[in-house]
């Protein structure tokens, strides 16, 4: 089994054979998933293009995010996940493999947008992994055509590994004690 839990794969998802170095760093005391699954998320982000690829991912706390966000995008505030896209082309490098980029995510921020959403988290982390890793690989939503363009390959990414759309999700159902 590709190293995810029975929880995490829906019945019927396809398990993504992937190639990719998942470098996973925790600077904060909350959750994060494991490895394995960012790994998932990012094999199918990727697709069938993946090949031997490197990524990083770290999870900071609101801080760091904050800071990071500022001194990059110009946007004061923490968000849920930035991307880093390494600028070297393959060419260059010769690495195999390919290094991708870095993901930095806080943690906290999942936490809270998940819960204000109704989203489960660990979909919702999916979802992020899924967003990120487009942007590692060109994809923005700079403009609505670009934005539209993403948000199809993220519902298609997403519908692979089993999680719904996360454009139209509603409140998670509540089991019943």
Request: proline share 7%; hydrophobic share 40%; with cysteine.
């Amino acid at each position: 089994m590709s190293g995810t839990t029975p929880r995490a794969r829906r019945a019927g998802a396809p398990r993504l054979r992937t190639r990719i170095a998942v470098d996973l760093r925790c600077s904060t005391s909350g959750w994060a998933p494991r490895r394995a699954l960012i790994v998932r998320w990012a094999g199918a982000a990727l697709g069938t293009r993946a090949g031997p690829t490197e990524l990083g991912v770290r999870v900071v706390a609101r801080a760091e995010s904050r800071r990071l966000n500022r001194d990059y995008r110009g946007r004061d505030a923490p968000t849920n996940v930035l991307s880093f896209p390494v600028c070297v082309p393959r060419a260059a490098t010769g690495a195999d493999p390919r290094p991708l980029g870095d993901l930095v995510v806080c943690g906290a921020v999942v936490r809270e947008e998940a819960l204000a959403q109704g989203k489960r988290l660990l979909e919702h982390w999916a979802h992020l992994v899924v967003h990120g890793v487009l942007h590692l690989i060109g994809f923005d939503h700079e403009s609505d055509a670009d934005a539209a363009r993403m948000e199809r390959r993220e519902i298609a990414v997403l519908k692979r590994l089993g999680i719904g759309n996360p454009y139209l999700a509603g409140p998670v159902p509540r089991r019943s004690a």
